[in-house]
Each structure stands twice: as structure tokens, then as C-alpha cells.
């Protein structure tokens, strides 16, 4: 799964050229950067990318880096940086048990 405190993307030189940017996640193991660009994306620096951004997930997942015309602002008008549509309970084991638990009391 794809966690904020895992990427630390905005770090990434290589993507100066980004006005805005954000992960998407459908699959486990697999992760979107949209990215928003001026211009077309070179291919040498995606490939950096998307190599950094594996490595900072130590493998965890792969990585696709595709540019976009635009990214979806939420209703209040931010970017979110990760859409996550993966139900994320199913992989937070202990999570699950204090849910359960708080849902009994």
C-alpha cells in the first residue's frame, strides 16, 4: 500500500518540472504518479522516477508515472496527494482487531 510517510516524493529533484502531482492506488502492489506538466513527459526522467519512488517503497510496489491535463481537487479545493481506493483494513491486521473492539464496547 502506498503511505505518505513511505514516499516523501516532493523531494525528488527529478520532478521539478511537476506543477502538481498525486498517487493513485487501484491494485496492491501497483501505484499511479499522475503528474501535471507543462510539457511531455522524458521518458529518461520518468524511468528516475519511477526507480526512486521503488526504492523508497523498498520494492513494495511498482510504480507508473503518467502525465495529466489536470488532477481532481476535492470539494474544499486541495490536491490530495495519495487517492487510495484500496480498502486498507484488509491489510492492518491489528487495526481491524481495535475496530472490532471499539465496535462492541
Given at each position: 500500500?502506498?503511505?505518505?510517510?513511505?514516499?516523501?516524493?516532493?523531494?525528488?529533484?527529478?520532478?521539478?518540472f511537476a506543477?502538481?502531482?498525486?498517487?493513485?492506488?487501484?491494485?496492491?502492489?501497483?501505484?499511479?504518479?499522475?503528474?501535471?506538466?507543462?510539457?511531455?513527459?522524458?521518458?529518461?526522467?520518468?524511468s528516475r522516477?519511477?526507480?526512486?519512488?521503488?526504492?523508497?517503497?523498498?520494492?513494495?510496489?511498482?510504480?507508473?508515472?503518467?502525465?495529466?491535463?489536470?488532477?481532481?481537487?476535492?470539494?474544499?479545493?486541495?490536491?490530495?496527494?495519495?487517492?487510495?481506493?484500496?480498502?486498507?483494513r484488509r491489510?492492518?491486521?491489528?487495526?481491524?482487531?481495535?475496530?472490532?473492539?471499539?465496535?462492541?464496547?
Amino acid at each position: 500500500l502506498v503511505s505518505i510517510t513511505t514516499i516523501g516524493v516532493a523531494h525528488l529533484d527529478a520532478l521539478a518540472f511537476a506543477k502538481y502531482m498525486q498517487f493513485e492506488q487501484r491494485t496492491p502492489g501497483q501505484v499511479a504518479l499522475k503528474v501535471v506538466s507543462d510539457t511531455e513527459l522524458d521518458p529518461r526522467i520518468v524511468s528516475r522516477v519511477e526507480q526512486a519512488i521503488e526504492e523508497k517503497m523498498q520494492g513494495g510496489c511498482s510504480v507508473h508515472v503518467v502525465r495529466v491535463d489536470a488532477i481532481q481537487r476535492t470539494p474544499r479545493g486541495k490536491l490530495p496527494l495519495i487517492v487510495q481506493h484500496i480498502d486498507i483494513r484488509r491489510f492492518l491486521g491489528s487495526a481491524d482487531i481495535c475496530m472490532h473492539q471499539e465496535a462492541a464496547a
